[in-house]
């Protein structure tokens, strides 16, 4: 065991490999048929939409009536401080390349906790003037919200235990576990 698992294991599947297919197949229909027919920027928020952006973006591909281009960039955003700590302020790590100005945007994250980051994220990208911003989270933990922000699209509800895998980490670690999992003590 690494000294940045500390004693921590791979607890309860959250989501097997089927169902984030599943989940993300659902969602790529409802995004592709209220893109249908418009250029769509997809902008992942990294590290932890990682996986996800990248399997929707393929998903949306695989479909004939969705957006009439897709253009992937992405954007590396900065907690400071640990979950749990009252709103550790964001850091923007590493700006998108594309030009966000007129464009229709569409901001993927992995899961969205207390909010502070998909805010810090939209008041930065509404003052480049897109010409539509929403926001996607594969998972969503609306018990851990300090401050509003607008979710339009979300794959599924999350409690309270702490998730790794598929993009997720806890301290880098568990990116790159192929399904979602709670993080366990013991
Ligand atoms: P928020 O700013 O509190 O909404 O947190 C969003 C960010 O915190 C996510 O993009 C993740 O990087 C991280 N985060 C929050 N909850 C979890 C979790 O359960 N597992 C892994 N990362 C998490
Ligand atoms: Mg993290």
Known sequence: MTAAQGGLQVGRTILNTGQIRHTVERLAATIARDYRGKPLLLLAVLKGALCFAVDLARALGGRADGPSEIVMDYICLQRYGTRGSAGGPVRLAKDCAFSVSGAHVLVLDGIVDSGLTLEFLQTLLRQRGPASLRSCALLDRPAGRQVEASLDYVGEAVGDGFVIGYGLDYKELY????????????
């Open 175 to 186: 990116r790159n576990l192929p399904y979602l999992a709670e993080l366990r003590e013991g």
